[in-house]
Each structure stands twice: as C-alpha cells, then as structure tokens.
C-alpha cells in the first residue's frame, strides 16, 4: 500500500473516543483535552469508513477518506483484503485502522459528526469577528452572470462607518475582526475603507482585510499606499478567458482601466508584496474551452508565486450552467494543463479540516452589511432586503447566529459530506446543485495521479 497523505490523526481520534460528544467539547473548552491514541485491536470488529471515495484506475485503487484526510494507492490483492475489514488477514490492516480506512463496527461515523458540528458551535466560542462590508454597489464591470445585476448602483450611506464600528466593538470581544471588502467594485469607494480602518487602528484592534474585485482599479500608488494600511492579506480577482473572452465578458466602462493585461500586471505586483492572490476561474459551457487557454497562458506568468493559486467557479442558474459530468470534466483537464496540480487548491482540499458548517450564512459570529446597513448572512443575499436579519440602527436586536442547517438526505449519504457541508444554499435557489467545488477538484486529481 502507498500512502501518498497521511491521515489527520485528530479527528481520527475524535471519531473513535467512547466518550459523549459533549463531554468532549466541554474540555476541548476548558482547554483539558488531549487526544488519545487510536489502536488497532485484533478482538474488534471493523468496517470501512463511509467517507472512503474509491477509485479504481485500471491498474489499482485510489481510496482517499473526506473525513480523516488519508490517501493511499492499493493493488487489488490489497484491496480485496481491504474490502474484508479482517484484522488478522494482513500486515496492512491495522495501517487500515490507524489512517481511518477501517472504523469500529459500532461507530456511526456520520451522526457522531454531525453531532459534533452541531454542538461545537455551542461549546466553543468565537471570539474573532468575520464582516463583510460593500463599500458600493457601482461597478466598473457589467458582468452578464453578476447576482447583483438590478440593484440599484450608490455608494455607502453617509454615517454607516460609525455604525459599522459600533457592530463590531460590539461582536468582536477579543479585538480580532476578519474584514472582507466587496461590492460592486470595492476600490470604487476606497472612502469607507479608509475612514473604518482608520477607527480600528486608532483602537487597537487586531484586523485583516480580504478584497473581492476585479483587479482592475489596482496600480502602483494605491498597492504601495494602500495594501499595508489596510492590512491586506488575500484578494480575489476574476479572470473568465484570454483577453477577447475576458473583455467581452467584463464589458468595463473604461476599456483603457479593464484591459486584459493591467490586470495581469496588477495580480503580478500583489503577488511581489507577498499578498495571497486568488485568481476564480468563471466557467460555463461558453467560455470552457476558452479557459484552457487562458490556464496554458497564465501558468507559467505566476508559476515562480506560491502565493498565486487559481480556483474554478462554474456559473450557476443560466442557460449555459455546466452538467455534473461536464464540470468534473472540466476540473480533470485544468489540472492537466497547469505545471503544478497545487495551483488549483488540490493541496487545501486534501488537507483541509472538515467543515464545521458549509459557509458564512451558518458561521456564529458572521455577518454582512450593505450599503443601506442591512445586515444579512449571506453575501449573495446583499440588497436583497427582504432577506435582511438586522439593521445598523438596532444591533442589540441582531437574532442569535447559532443556528444548524437543514440538510438534505442526499447530503448525508454523500462521500464528499466533510468538505461540503451540504454546500452552497444560494447556488440551489439559484436552480443549481449545491455541491462546492471540492468535490470536483478531489474526484479529478484522483484521476490523474
């Protein structure tokens, strides 16, 4: 047996402790936990975990395990044995057990973690706020697939900076916000960013920012200006082709500012300023063959940048929505046409921690406001009003976050389960699935190993 990723041994141990779920959280708590050993035991029955994804590659099996992050290569005399879940019938069995393969007969894997989820967000606190803010909802781009097209397009209402600081004096105990800018175009209204971070500054607060843009409004003044006052750490840049597609899509206002290349340039100087970059892919059925060129182009421009990574977002709710079957394709052949396969997050997928919930609508102490200070637990719901849980103006009425989602059947019997979460609500109302891209991105690069 090769293994190619170890297991994560913590929640290996997690899953294999007798002891109640709430026992567990109420030291993990109190800071009194530490995790036992999981052993192997030749007199206890085993079986094979349901959170193994097999992959039978015509020579031998890939079997990765979403939970425990184990991925080995087997052969098949190996996988029959594994297929037994007899302890005594090889020297690879107890390795079986150890990586999470196998799982005690009595465990019911699936319960105990969701149990586990759902209570953690009782037991643990959460000290760091998470905010996203749009600054405005002008654009410099008139994206076709945008979930903002018929807002009406104005910049933050005068005095929402105030409010915005009193949010999170109030929800940010420890001092500790993650900001997340968006819009619109975020740099449309560099204003707010200014006036709020400044407060933070002035009052010792420990924050980072993380931009949503379209790369464009960057340039060597503001990046050298800018990028370290605001304590930028990632940005998100969209890139949906090579440059016609690209501008066709984007139809900016200014061509001269929306150009192709300005961006590129400008990903290339965030990067040189050690800032994350992530570059989101759209893709739809349209533009698919399309990327491949653009992936063959800009590989080798940021391949030097560890801090470069790219991330495929299929476009969902339109005429030109990809299948299940075409998306997983689709996935397969961006690895193959990159230099390294860790450029699209083939390394974050494995190794990422199992979700404790699908994205921010379930996070405890996670919140967006718009430009109208509404407050709401989606990004995608933003000027949505009807969709609001708060306002600014009454912050000490905002409803408890602690909430669990309501899963879908098909969600708990999935595989992919861990690195999901029953995935993205809004993707589903928007008439797509609701899977995250991970599942994509593990299917494919099983493939291609």
């Not at 037991?123 to 945008?146: F, G, Q, V, W």
């Not at 989606?378 to 708060?390: D, F, K, P, S, W």
């Not at 602690?402 to 029953?422: M, Q, W």
Request: charge should be negative.
């Amino acid at each position: 047996m090769d293994v190619i990723v170890s297991e994560n041994s913590e929640i290996l141990h997690l899953m294999n402790i007798k002891e109640p779920v709430e026992e567990i959280l109420k030291k993990m708590a109190d800071k009194a936990f530490s995790f036992p050993e999981t052993v192997a035991d030749d007199n206890k029955k085993y079986k094979c975990s349901v959170f193994n994804y097999c992959y039978d590659n015509g020579s031998n099996v890939l079997i990765y395990n979403t939970l425990y992050n184990s991925l080995v290569r087997m052969e098949y005399e190996e996988y029959q044995v594994y297929q037994t879940h007899r302890i005594n019938e090889s020297a690879d069995g107890k390795d079986f057990v150890n990586m999470g393969l196998w799982i005690e007969d009595d465990v019911d894997e699936m319960q105990r973690y969701l149990k586990f989820t759902q209570l953690y967000k009782t037991y643990i606190t959460h000290d760091e706020m998470s905010l996203s803010i749009t600054t405005t909802t002008k654009c410099n781009a008139r994206c076709p697939y945008c979930y903002e097209n018929g807002i009406k397009q104005l910049d933050m209402y005068p005095g929402a900076v105030d409010k915005i600081y009193r949010l999170i004096e109030a929800k940010a105990v420890n001092k500790l916000v993650e900001l997340t800018w968006f819009g619109g175009e975020p740099l449309m209204n560099t204003r707010v960013i200014d006036d709020l971070i400044d407060k933070l500054v002035e009052n010792d607060f420990n924050f980072s920012s993380f931009f949503i843009t379209n790369g464009s409004l960057f340039d060597d003044k503001l990046i050298e200006e800018k990028v370290d006052k605001w304590h930028v750490q990632s940005v998100q840049i969209t890139l949906d082709g090579t440059k016609d597609v690209y501008e066709k899509r984007k139809n900016y206002i200014n061509t001269e500012q929306g150009n192709f290349y300005n961006v590129l340039n400008n990903i290339r100087m965030l990067a040189e300023k050690n800032i994350h970059v992530s570059i989101r892919i759209n893709i739809d059925q349209q533009n698919r063959n399309d990327v491949m060129q653009l992936l063959e182009q800009i590989d080798p421009i940021y391949s030097s940048f560890d801090n470069v990574v790219f991330y495929p977002a299929f476009v969902v709710g339109g005429a030109y929505s990809m299948s299940e079957t075409e998306k997983l394709e689709c996935v397969r052949e961006m690895l193959e046409r990159i230099s390294d396969v860790r450029k699209l997050m083939t390394g974050t997928n494995l190794y990422s921690m199992p979700r404790m919930n699908s994205c921010m609508k379930e996070e405890p102490n996670s919140y967006c406001v718009d430009v109208y200070g509404n407050i709401y637990n989606c990004e995608q719901m933003v000027g949505r009003t009807e969709n609001a849980i708060g306002t600014l103006e009454d912050i000490e009425n905002l409803p408890d976050r602690i909430e669990n989602k309501i899963l879908e059947d098909e969600c708990k019997e999935c595989v992919f389960f861990p690195k999901c979460y029953g995935g993205c609500i809004a993707n589903k109302n928007a008439g797509d699935v609701a899977c995250m891209i991970e599942k994509y991105i593990i299917s494919a690069y099983m493939q291609i190993i």
